[in-house]
């Protein structure tokens, strides 16, 4: 049993990921914890909560987290992702709430509880796991894995013409966790993946449409803005999944098609802030991370639909 821990700024496509993990029959889903990013921190408590609930995972306890980055402020994508981060739909409230404690405490409790057990994987801006770090060097040593949707080692950006997002959110916080990093423990996967790979063509949203259940109309109703942005901004063919592509990769690792090990940084400047820089160079200093570049589209949609097509059945 892959036993998860993730940490999500629950927007629309971390929402898909989160049915990914919690309806994946191989996964316990220890616990979710939160930070502010693609939407404020209430709402992407109110987010995680939400597509739990609508996965029949409703028990799985949520903390939240930290409300800011490392050193600058917030600046949320909801530009991408509607004012509720999931699609501007007026979708009701969860039943539950976030549970007492800070995310920070839990990621270091349970590390700490479980060594080389947890894998962690993280969806948002990385604030909250650098901020744990920063009381546990060794952070990332006591999980068997650590998985992370962030960065553009293409330099091919989404949010500025060369960064990802999640690194340029908060980019303080990504250093910090790149620079604790081995390629043994920690594995980046990119927008670049996204941009590739997991893009819902036409074809794939009539698909979608076609299975007709909840989860699916959920999926294809929460992404109708980022459906929006992406024709008006990164010119894809459909909107992208960079959260569940990468959930895809952690719960099947032999969709991985192309991968490397190579010594990044995360730029700090005002002018590249945010960029992947990924030392090629033969004098490179060691490598610190697994860069995840290609995922097998197919097998990637496969998992999707598949998982998208279930019915669940009422809960008690
Ligand atoms: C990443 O940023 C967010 O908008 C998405 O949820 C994803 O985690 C993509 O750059
Ligand atoms: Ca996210």
Not at 90 to 114: C, F, I, K, Q, T
Not at 290 to 316: I, M, N, S, Y
Request: glycine share 8%.
């Amino acid at each position: 049993m892959l036993e998860l821990l993730v940490d999500t700024d629950t927007g629309s496509d971390d929402a898909v990921a989160l049915l990914l993990a919690a309806l994946d029959d191989r996964v316990e889903l220890t616990a979710v914890t939160t930070v502010a990013g693609n939407v404020p921190l209430p709402r992407a408590t109110r987010n995680a909560l939400l597509a739990l609930e609508l996965a029949g995972a409703g028990s799985v306890p949520v903390y939240q987290g930290c409300d800011r980055p490392v050193l600058r402020p917030l600046h949320t994508a909801q530009v991408v992702h509607g004012d509720d981060g999931m699609g501007d739909l007026g979708l009701a409230d969860p039943l539950g709430s976030a549970r007492p404690g800070h995310a920070v405490d839990v990621l270091l409790e349970r590390a700490r509880e479980r060594p080389g057990e947890l894998t962690l994987v993280t969806l948002g801006p990385l604030t909250n796991i650098a901020a744990a770090l920063l009381r546990d060097r060794a952070l990332l040593t006591r999980f068997r894995h650590v998985y992370c949707m962030i960065g553009a080692p293409d330099a091919v950006g989404n949010v500025s013409a060369t960064a990802e997002f999640n690194a340029w959110a908060d980019p303080e916080a990504a250093q910090i966790v790149a620079a604790a990093a081995t390629p043994e423990l920690v594995t980046w996967i990119g927008w670049d993946v996204s941009r590739q790979d997991a893009v819902m063509s036409p074809a794939d949203q009539d698909r979608l449409r076609g299975l007709g259940t909840p989860l699916a109309e959920f999926t294809q109703g929460i992404n109708r803005k980022v459906a929006e942005w992406s024709a008006a901004v990164t010119g894809l063919d459909g909107y992208d999944l960079p959260d569940p592509v990468a959930m895809a990769v952690v719960l099947r690792p032999e969709l991985v098609a192309e991968a490397e090990r190579a010594h990044v940084r995360v730029a700090l400047g005002d002018e590249a802030r945010g960029q992947t820089m990924t030392d090629r160079r033969l004098d490179a200093p060691p490598a610190n991370l697994t860069l995840v570049r290609r995922v097998r589209e197919r097998g990637f949609k496969d998992l999707l639909f598949d998982t998208l097509a279930k019915t669940l059945e009422p809960q008690p």
